[in-house]
């Protein structure tokens, strides 16, 4: 009687931890609501029905240059079938790629100089300064670049005084990379920052004690423990770059257009939105595909 009381005892107690379990975790829940709420209506008002609506009109046709509510595959055959949407899309993937590539391994040295040997003082400073070009319009940064980059700007005046003949720096795929790097330059680099602070300075002092030197620590200590801030900081400068117009209409010239550039000169030719959807559409799905593999990489736990 006894081992049934106590039996019947426990069964009661694990009931009625389960029921204040699941109270506790709907009060929770009411808690979490109220503050997840509002930036899930925001992406949903400014994100998905947008690029719902984008989805719908790709299938409508244009007559007699306005938009007329439609369900045709021709504006998808008619895309997918250019060679001029392939060489957009084969130039735009070349360029983010190397503006990615590049704005991270210019943005190492100075993300370790400014964790590893300035102060607490001048780190602040450092990280300011890294704010400040955001305060600045992007499009007056890529028109100052023009006065550096033009053929007779600042640049080849210095070089035609040394004596070297001026260099073709603007309207190619030269000036388009600078503009790309003056986009996501300061970014790459407070990411790699902030992923710098995070490693223990011990892992680094147990580094020198081994009489490891300066670049032995930074390839077999530092970079694997800011793997993940290395490719969370790549993957910004390929997603800016990526979908960024200003700097190869003013610092590419045009010549051989992106895929924002694309969208661009499909809207002015017969008002042909449908067929910009699908070069948005396309530009999309490339991002997110390239961000799931990557932040994939990022996390993956070492074996």
């Not at 040295?109 to 602040?124: D, K, N, V």
């Not at 030197?213 to 997603?239: H, N, Q, Y």
Request: overall charge positive; hydrophobic content about 55%; proline content about 5%.
């Amino acid at each position: 009687m006894a081992a049934d009381s106590a039996r019947t005892d426990f069964i009661a107690a694990i009931g009625i931890h389960c029921a204040g379990a699941k109270i506790m975790t709907k009060q929770v829940n009411q808690r979490r609501w109220p503050l997840i709420g509002p930036p899930l209506l925001w992406q949903l008002a400014f994100f998905a029905l947008p690029l719902l609506f984008l989805v719908v009109i790709s299938f409508w046709s244009v007559q007699n240059f306005r938009l007329e509510p439609d369900f045709t595959f021709k504006n998808w055959v008619t895309m997918m079938t250019r060679d001029t949407f392939w060489s957009a899309y084969g130039y735009t993937w070349q360029l983010a790629l190397g503006a990615a590539f590049l704005a991270s391994l210019l943005a190492l040295p100075a993300a370790y100089s400014i964790t590893f040997h300035l102060s607490e003082r001048a780190r602040g400073i450092a990280v300011m300064l890294l704010v400040v070009p955001f305060f600045t319009s992007y499009i007056v940064r890529a028109y100052a670049w023009q006065v550096f980059l033009a053929d007779n700007g600042i640049i080849n005046a210095l070089l035609t005084q040394l004596g070297i003949e001026p260099l073709p720096l603007l309207n190619n795929s030269f000036g388009t990379l600078v503009g790309y790097l003056t986009l996501c330059m300061p970014l790459v680099v407070l990411i790699q920052v902030m992923g710098m602070s995070q490693i223990d300075r011990v892992l680094i002092e147990a580094a020198r004690n081994l009489r490891a030197g300066p670049w032995r620590t930074l390839f077999e200590v530092v970079i694997p423990a800011m793997k993940a801030s290395l490719v969370v900081a790549w993957l910004f400068a390929f997603i800016l770059s990526f979908g960024d117009f200003v700097s190869p209409t003013y610092l590419g010239g045009g010549g051989s257009p992106t895929l924002s550039n694309l969208i661009i000169d499909t809207t002015k030719s017969g008002q042909q939105w449908p067929r910009a959807a699908v070069v948005a559409i396309a530009m999309i799905v490339t991002l997110v595909a390239t961000s799931l593999l990557a932040v994939g990489y990022a996390y993956k736990e070492r074996k």
